[in-house]
């Protein structure tokens, strides 16, 4: 499930991000690491997967907010 949606709405880049490749991997100290591939620098590390891909994806939005892109967080 994807944690961000269209704002007002109108259609953002909601779809884009909900549907970017993320790569996942497990580091030897149980750290999970995850990239999001279409946006330069957007990875993150986090206890779990999950934790890993929200805040990679968090990065993401940043990202294309940044780029003028309006993307919010549910």
Known sequence: HCPFRA????KTHHDILCGMKIEFDKEVDGRW???VMDVRGAMAYGRTKREAEIKAREIARVALSMMGHEVARK
Not at 7 to 10: A, E, L, T
Request: overall charge negative.
């Open 7 to 10: 704002v007002g709405g109108v």
């Open 33 to 35: 690491i995850a990239e």
